[in-house]
């Protein structure tokens, strides 16, 4: 397997036989790369399944059609395996760290993440991607022998070190330097899912119209270009196939000047790419400008809509009072988790569990401590 692995890979691809291992030593598998076993472990978590019912911009619930942070690891998984082939990176890698790079999300979005970095400001702070490597090396209990999920130190490290807009690298824990090339790919392909899924969410929401997109020169252009392709067609369509325009046009500048990038720097070995000054897996620098304008457009009409604002506000007083009342009365947490605490501290061991909750459990917990006589939806 690891052979016919190295058979189209590029030099400077990272290889299952070249691996750090894992924290714990165990047999590998007979049929599977170390990567793959990393991705399988990964899928078949209960981290990831939770994933279904925490909000990317949208609750769950408002709308069968809205992102959820597994939907959206989904389509993050889908755009870098399609960058790392054509990069003759390991998609298997890729993969693997692409389903794990949102594991230590909260319920409610990044509201949810903001409380929790103000509440936990004074007992050591809350970071997702340190929490993500939290997940996978300690509060999995899958197996017997060790806890965790035992990933390789790549995925590991391409966990903590994952930086977009949204996210701060946590790689103190790991060698400094840039990532894997592969650990790059996901980054970019977070931002591009993120980017463009948002887009279509706030269209379905009808906080995005096309009259506001108009000013938006990108999305002009892309539009323009599925009319001249498709002629007329519904609103609906045009909508989807402009968004569809938009992620391919990212994927194929990503991959074009990545190429250039790494020819430029003649890389020869993954080692190589960890010596080099930032990132080389990139766009180019007018389509990362344009990008950067979109993002921009984002913020201001999608993201501080008082419908999506109303979602943060309720989030955050839903995470604040949760968490304060387990604080205030460990007696309320599962036994796991008060055994926790005596290791770990109270306010770890709540991060922890709030941390894990899903939009849908937190909102019931929220009832059952402070409105328990009520019928809970």
């Known amino acids: 397997m690891e052979r016919r692995e190295a058979q189209p890979l590029a030099p400077y691809a990272m290889r299952s036989a070249e691996s750090a291992g894992r924290v714990y030593d165990e047999p590998e598998a007979e049929y599977r790369t170390r990567y793959q076993r990393d991705r399988d472990r990964i899928i078949h978590c209960k981290a ?26 989904i389509e993050v998984a889908q ?31 990044h509201s949810g993440e903001e409380a929790l970095r103000d509440l936990m400001a004074e007992h050591g702070g809350f970071e997702h991607n340190a929490q993500g490597l939290r997940v996978v090396d300690l509060l999995e209990r899958q197996y017997p022998q060790f806890p965790g999920l035992n990933l390789t130190r790549e995925v590991r490290e391409s966990i903590a070190k994952h930086s977009t807009r949204w996210d701060s690298p946590c790689d103190h824990a790991f060698s400094p330097g840039p990532s894997l090339l592969e650990a790059q790919v ?70 074009q ?4 990038e790494i020819k430029a720097r003649a890389l020869t070995s993954w080692q ?38 109303r979602l943060t506000v309720s989030a955050r007083r839903f995470v604040c009072r949760v968490f304060q009342a387990f604080v205030d009365d460990p007696r309320q947490l599962p036994p796991q988790h008060r055994r926790r605490a005596d290791e770990h501290g109270i306010h770890r061991a709540v991060c922890d569990y709030v941390a894990g909750m899903t939009d849908r459990f937190a909102q019931n917990t929220y009832a059952q401590l402070f409105h ?6």
């Not at 328990?372 to 939806?377: A, I, M, N, T, V």
């Open 79 to 109: 755009i870098a395996r399609t960058i790392a082939r054509a990069l003759c990176l390991n998609e298997d890698l890729t993969e693997a760290i692409a389903m794990a790079h949102d594991l230590g999300h909260t319920p409610f979005g």
């Open 272 to 309: 190589d790419a960890a010596r080099q000054d930032g990132n080389l897996v990139r766009l180019s620098p007018e389509l990362e400008r344009r990008k950067a304008e979109l993002e921009d457009f984002l913020y201001r009409v999608l993201y501080a809509d008082y419908r999506v604002l």
């Open 186 to 255: 996901v980054e970019l392909a977070d931002s591009i899912a993120y980017d463009n899924h948002d887009l279509q969410d706030g269209l379905e929401a009808r906080i995005l119209t096309r009259q506001k997109l108009s000013d938006l020169g990108l999305w002009s252009e892309a539009e323009q270009a599925v009319r001249e392709r498709y002629g007329r067609m519904g609103m609906q369509q045009l909508c989807k196939q402009t968004i569809r325009h938009l992620v391919n046009l990212f994927v194929t500048d990503a991959v």
């Open 48 to 73: 990831f399944r939770r994933l279904e019912y925490k909000t990317q911009v949208f609750l769950n619930h408002e709308g069968d059609h809205y992102r959820t942070r597994l939907t959206h690891t």
């Open 257 to 260: 000047a990545t190429r250039r």
């Open 372 to 377: 328990p006589y009520q019928k809970l939806s």
